[in-house]
């Protein structure tokens, strides 16, 4: 897996033979041994280039290899080797140099970049530090300061990043074997002692310890009881404090404690189910790899509020013509500057060219008749929506599809509404639409397999990860949210406050809790739901209202809120007191206390202490067990789908691993167990009835989430 020639008649070239991106695995290693072992013997070589085939030099090691026992040679002794050899090593690096690729680059003694090439160490996204030296060489390579924040990150570097930092020697836009072969000539007078890092001494700062005190700060307080990045300021310490030999020796033992860890898992985890994602299937056996999208050269947006103006930046920004259409003139002239200004800031963060000829605005839907693709995003009302669908059916081409940002409505009502119902499809961005990377690609019944590979080959080319859910109320993402959120209502009511929950919840992991997220939502987007589905409204007894609704329990608490007009940030108060309306400050506020006190009073609940653990169990438990039934029910096709969709659009902790991960975590049988605890004590909530998917997957010994979809046997999928 590493291909020997000799080239110029004495310099070694040793090319890696693992695509796609020349991974590590240990055939490689083995590789990478035998031709290094042969080049260094060899009287005739007198200097040695490393590459990788197809313009890509190492993306690191090989994950799939983490499960098992290691196989092949280990790589410390191997870069080792390579430092220590007394004729010129030079790493011509081309496309990435990532992880264990940069690791084995820095033990080359020159390094030379193409000028479009990346480089990084992005192992702590997999809950573990880089182990081959990296968080040895690299501070003693570019000082402590600039070596923390890429380690501790993850962050990659451009080629002329890199080359400001110091890591390459060279950026050439010429291609970088080549380079390095002439490079590599050049230096054989040169001595290589000074260009071993492992014997450099690491330039520290003056003020270490406060440096890397502040940095551990920064970390607990944005990484809430994540381990792989504390983990590494450890490492980089030894760097600093320590000689080569001993710093190694501390950077294995902190990897031996993070490699087996719970959160490596997960966070390894998430790396597969991410990719994962984009394959699916629907019941007629068409999928992902052999449906071609349509190529879209065009498309519009209905609606420019908060949604219609992120997803038409997102459209215009990867170089999709976009006509934006409004119904008023003032709103259509808001959302244009608004649209431009976004574009605009984008534009200039990215240090390119503001694509504002891309964009139109109009009034007029007749100006949407030659699109490809149009995205309705106005108001989450079904009879406006289907209004809009009425007339694009009139308007555009026969072939244009029609796609609808609905949150949680019917998408095949609306596709019924319209001449082409196999061109209609769901395309739920989250807010805001330019930042968030979710898209859940909603397919109705009728919608055709090239639709929906569209739709997904449109949301990877606008840089979201996409996933294909069923059609059904609030989808896979909304539709969990409801017992999640109910069990956090349900708890203020049996004794906890707003603030006790999500601190519970922040320190499981969450950036906010349910109660601080609602306030920056907006408490009255979910009043307006309850009341369009007849939770709530002018036939509800304001004072007195009751405590169930439609047949189960119900926690009238968050419409009293709304109902004193505390909407949330944007009024300045909700769940928590603000200091002024759109202020971000969350302060604990005595008149909710009042309120619970008064609430619990009037029907006559006896506050009780109600623990962390159980804040934990009651809301998590109940979110995973409503994703078993989207499972059962077919909505999603495989739990890693409904991970995905939590870890991209709803915050959930990512060393977590996602609510399902999560339960087969914590176990199976503990989280069924906990379930009939809490259904038993309440009954009337549906949500805590454990689902015959979790039952089931029990009676079968609890086999690992990737092995789940084996047990899910459903008579007819959504998908």
């Not at 501790?152 to 890199?162: K, L, M, N, P």
């Not at 949604?307 to 003032?330: F, N, Q, T, W, Y």
């Not at 019924?416 to 989250?430: A, W």
Request: charged content about 25%.
């Amino acid at each position: 897996m590493a291909r020997y020639e000799l080239v110029k008649r004495s310099v070694a070239l040793i090319t890696l033979t693992n695509p796609p991106v020349n991974a590590l695995s240990s055939a490689v290693r083995h590789g990478i041994a035998k031709t290094m072992e042969r080049a260094l013997s060899d009287p005739k070589v007198t200097a040695v280039v490393i590459c990788g085939e197809n313009g890509r030099f190492c993306g690191g090691a090989d994950i799939r290899e983490f499960a098992g026992p290691l196989r092949g040679p280990p790589l410390v002794p191997l870069l080792d080797l390579i430092e220590a050899g007394e004729k010129p090593v030079v790493a011509a690096i081309e496309g990435v140099a990532l992880g264990g690729g940069l690791e084995l680059a820095l033990v080359c003694h020159y390094r030379i970049a193409h000028f479009k090439a990346r480089l990084g160490l992005p192992e702590v996204t997999l809950g573990i530090l880089p182990a081959a030296g990296g968080t040895q060489r690299l501070p003693r390579l570019i000082g402590i300061p600039a070596a923390l924040e890429l380690i501790i990150t993850g962050r990659h570097v451009s080629a002329q990043e890199a080359l400001k930092l110091g890591i390459v020697d060279q950026v050439t836009e010429q291609n970088a074997c080549e380079v390095a072969v002439e490079f590599a000539l050049r230096a054989l007078a040169k001595p290589l002692s000074s260009r071993r890092l492992s014997s450099r001494t690491t330039p520290c700062p003056p003020n270490l310890d406060a440096l890397l005190e502040a940095v551990t700060m920064q970390i607990q307080k944005k990484a809430r009881g994540v381990m792989a990045p504390l983990a590494c300021v450890q490492a980089v310490r030894a760097a600093a404090t320590m000689p080569y030999s001993q710093g190694i020796k501390r950077e294995s033992e902190l990897m031996a404690t993070l490699f087996h860890s719970g959160q490596a898992r997960a966070l390894q985890y998430c790396f597969f189910a991410e990719r994962t994602a984009g394959k699916w299937t629907l019941p007629s056996g068409a999928q992902w790899n052999d449906t071609k999208p349509r190529e879209i050269r065009s498309a519009a947006v209905i609606g420019l509020g908060t949604m219609g103006r992120g997803i038409a930046v997102s459209l215009a920004r990867v170089g999709i013509p976009v006509i934006a259409v409004e119904s008023d003139k003032k709103l259509l002239e808001t959302g244009r500057q608004m649209v431009i200004g976004m574009l605009e800031r984008d534009a200039k963060r990215r240090g390119v060219s503001a694509s504002l000829n891309l964009l139109k605005f109009t009034l007029s839907l007749q100006d949407l008749k030659d699109v490809d693709l149009v995205i309705e995003a106005v108001f989450e009302d079904m009879a406006l929506k289907k209004s809009v669908f009425r007339e694009l059916s009139k308007v555009c081409r026969p072939a244009t599809l029609l796609c609808t940002n609905t949150s949680g409505l019917d998408v095949d009502a609306l596709a019924g509404v319209t001449d082409r119902p196999q061109l209609v499809i769901g395309m739920h961005f989250f807010s805001p639409a330019h930042v968030m990377k979710l898209l859940e690609v909603v397919c109705g019944p009728r919608s055709s397999s090239e639709t929906v590979a569209t739709a997904m080959s449109l949301g990877k080319r606008m840089g979201k990860v996409s996933v294909a859910v069923g059609n059904c109320p609030g989808f896979v993402g909304n539709r969990m949210l409801k017992p999640y959120s109910d069990q956090a209502s349900f708890l203020l009511e049996e004794g906890a406050t707003p603030e006790q929950i999500d601190k519970a919840l922040e320190d499981f992991g969450f950036a906010m809790g349910v109660f601080r997220m609602s306030d920056l939502a907006g408490l009255d987007v979910g009043w307006r739901v309850r009341k369009e589905s007849g939770l709530t409204g002018p036939d509800v007894d304001p004072k007195n209202p009751p405590r169930r609704r439609q047949g189960r329990k119900y926690c009238p608490i968050p419409d009293m809120v709304c109902e004193q007009g505390r909407f949330g940030q944007k009024t300045g108060r909700g769940w928590y007191v603000y200091d002024k309306p759109g202020g971000t400050n969350a302060k604990p506020d005595p008149l909710i206390q009042n309120l619970l006190e008064t609430y619990r009073s009037r029907y006559g609940i006896k506050p009780r202490n109600i623990t962390d653990q159980e804040i934990i169990e009651r809301c998590l438990f109940a979110l995973a067990n409503e994703g078993f039934r989207i499972l059962e029910d077919g909505i999603a096709a495989q739990p890693e789908d409904i991970d995905v969709i939590y870890l991209f659009g709803y915050g959930f902790p990512r060393h977590r691993g996602g609510p399902m991960f999560y339960a087969s975590m914590v176990g199976l049988q503990r989280v069924l167990e906990r379930l009939e605890h809490y259904h038993q004590a309440h009954p009337d909530v549906p949500h805590l009835e454990p689902s015959p998917l979790l039952k089931k997957l029990v009676a079968c010994g609890s086999p690992p989430v990737q092995k789940w979809r084996e047990h899910i046997k459903t008579m007819h999928s959504h998908l």
